[in-house]
């Protein structure tokens, strides 16, 4: 048994979807996400090299931030203050998933970069010790050990006011790192 699918029955324990992405399955697949031993062993049989995927959401209570660029961790930390320790998943090429609990009601926007950055709260992440399909690098959990979904923090308040929420316009966080400053169109 891999070490992302026994991962992925620790979430799926917990009550968190999970679901494998491999060419095999298609695209789509974060639909068939589920908390069913059964029909997760049976997508491991398809496909034991499957990447496996946890959906992540303020309806799960679970948000995964997205820092591919250490920058933009920084600005954001500059915005809204400095992070806790959490459960943090890396790859050799130095992007980060930051996994943080959250209130049910968080309504928190997936998907959406936060402000002028590359961050962003994704909609599903992938789990430790699944293998990246092209550069063949395992994602691991910082400072290693086994997955513990204690070793997750809070996100601080700061963080839950300043990101954009479902159904607001993102627009309005992207302006504070531009590098140029918008003009009325009479000054065009």
């Keep these: 048994m891999s070490e992302a699918y026994e991962n992925a029955l620790i979430l799926a324990r ?32 398809v496909d034991p090299r499957a990447v496996w995927m946890v959906k992540a959401g303020s309806e799960l209570s679970l948000l995964c931030l997205d820092t ?39 309504n928190v926007k997936l998907g959406e970069f936060i402000r002028a950055t590359k ?35 809070r996100l601080p308040e700061a963080w839950m006011r300043g990101v954009p929420k479902d159904g607001e316009s993102v627009t309005a966080n992207i302006v504070k790192h531009h590098e140029w400053t918008p003009r009325a169109p009479s000054e065009w």
Excluded at 85 to 95: D, F, I, S
Excluded at 99 to 105: Q, Y
Aim: net charge neutral; aromatic share 8%.
């Design 14 to 45: 917990a009550g968190l979807p999970v679901f494998a992405s491999s060419r095999i399955f298609g695209p789509g697949t974060e639909d068939i996400a589920t908390t069913d031993a059964g029909l997760l062993a049976s997508m491991n049989h």
């Design 68 to 106: 591919p660029r250490a920058r933009d961790l920084e600005h954001l930390v500059a915005d809204f203050g400095p992070l806790p320790r959490t459960l943090t998943v890396t790859r050799a090429n130095g992007a980060t998933v930051r996994w943080f609990a959250c209130d049910a009601d968080s």
């Design 119 to 153: 961050a962003r709260f994704r909609r599903f992440a992938v789990i430790p010790g699944s293998i990246h399909r092209e550069s063949r690098e395992q994602y691991e959990i910082i400072g290693g050990g086994p997955l513990d979904l204690g070793r997750m923090a």
